[in-house]
């Protein structure tokens, strides 16, 4: 049916950068809302940034200017620019999409996830 890998987590230093990507395959019509959520160790999964197709973003407050989400509808791609990276951002990011996709002649629509890609802050 679908697929979402991502790619671009690892370790940097507090101060840094990291952009995640997370690209969408298989029989896909349409992706409607994209986004990016993390699980810090110990607590719960939690929403960083979601896009439209149509591009209009929403951010949790905490990572509002620092974060930045955009889309390739081309490519079904979504990405996240993280910068001025803390220690508390140490979590692993999970990529999410909205899909409609076809299967033996119908359309079906279905929430998605990626496998998860590991982000540690840490000097």
């Known amino acids: 049916q679908v697929q979402l890998v991502e790619s671009g987590g690892g370790l940097v230093q507090p101060g840094g950068s990291l952009r995640l990507s997370c690209a969408a395959s298989?029989?896909?019509?349409?992706?409607?809302?994209m986004g990016w959520y993390r699980q810090p160790p110990g607590k719960q999964r939690e929403l960083v940034a979601t896009?439209?197709?149509?591009?209009?973003?929403n951010y949790a407050d905490s990572m509002q200017g620092r974060f930045t989400i955009s889309r390739d509808n081309a490519k079904n791609t979504v990405y996240l620019q993280m910068n001025s990276l803390k220690p508390e951002d140490t979590a692993v990011y999970y990529c999410?999409?909205?899909?409609?996709?076809?299967?033996?002649?119908?359309?079906?629509?279905?929430?998605?996830w990626g496998q998860g890609t590991q982000v540690t802050v840490s000097s």
């Open positions: 298989g029989s896909i019509f349409i992706v409607y809302g």
């Open positions: 999410n999409a909205d899909v409609q996709y076809y299967s033996d002649g119908y359309h079906y629509r279905k929430d998605y």
């Open positions: 896009i439209t197709s149509g591009g209009n973003t």
